[in-house]
T-cell receptor, first 112, second 117 residues
Framework: SQKIEQNSEALNIQEGKTATLTCNYT??????LQWYRQDPGRGPVFLLL?????KEKRKERLKVTFDTTLKQSLFHITASQPADSATYLC???????????FGDGTTLTVKP | GAVVSQHPSWVICKSGTSVKIECRSL??????MFWYRQFPKQSLMLMAT?????????EQGVEKDKFLINHASLTLSTLTVTSAHPEDSSFYIC?????????????FGDGTRLSIL
């Protein structure tokens, strides 16, 4: 069956360091992968989308990599700040139709 | 931007009441909207996919007569929880994708916290 795993249910790092979150998947051939941020009691906020033929995407302090051979995406936040503390969700869509399956999320805490 | 408005944000009502939740895309047209349910410390569970002008597609295990979805226009979808009971209490979130090319991200509303007494 299809499975998405975001390892490290919780990740604690010191301010200024780079946070690296992992998303692994099995039995899936995603057309594209997305990363979202969710704060408590709020809806997810879209951060980055990367397509199956792309290796890397950047946006300000954020970087996403996508390795379809390893079936893995890495999400990096450089120069992390306490305001980056949130739950980060990865989501895979295996068609272009938009329906996505979400991982369970990783809760990041950046300590000052 | 891509703003999705969800209303109401919080509902408390008695068992047996039907509750309607609205999801609007404010600055773009959305061919497809999605409805999710989320339990504490868990991820989003897709309930149904709502397509403008056609019937919604429900995920396995979701009762279509319990969770009525209407997508009457390119900017509005509604979810009605009929005859709600305490076990329906949850956080319900909608999302919308732009009516453009493929490979579009989803833009989420801020969710509706439903509490059934």
């Amino acid at each position: 069956s299809q499975k998405i795993e975001q390892n490290s249910e919780a990740l604690n790092i010191q301010e200024g360091k780079t946070a690296t979150l992992t998303c692994n998947y099995t039995n899936y051939s995603p057309a594209y992968l997305q990363w979202y941020r969710q704060d408590p009691g709020r809806g997810p906020v879209f951060l980055l989308l990367i397509r199956e033929n792309e290796k890397e995407k950047r946006k300000e302090r954020l970087k996403v990599t996508f390795d379809t051979t390893l079936k893995q995406s890495l999400f990096h936040i450089t120069a992390s700040q306490p305001a980056d503390s949130a739950t980060y969700l990865c989501a895979l869509a295996n068609t272009n139709a938009g329906k996505s399956t979400f991982g369970d999320g990783t809760t990041l805490t950046v300590k000052p | 931007g891509a703003v999705v408005s969800q209303h109401p944000s919080w509902v408390i009502c008695k068992s047996g009441t039907s509750v309607k939740i609205e999801c609007r895309s404010l600055d773009f047209q959305a061919t497809t909207m999605f409805w999710y349910r989320q339990f504490p410390k868990q991820s989003l569970m897709l309930m149904a996919t709502s397509n403008e002008g056609s019937k919604a597609t429900y995920e396995q295990g979701v009762e279509k007569d319990k969770f009525l979805i209407n997508h009457a226009s390119l900017t509005l979808s509604t979810l009605t929880v009929t005859s709600a009971h305490p076990e329906d209490s949850s956080f319900y979130i909608c999302s919308a994708s732009r009516k453009q090319t493929n490979n579009q991200p989803q833009h989420f509303g801020d969710g509706t916290r439903l509490s059934i007494l």
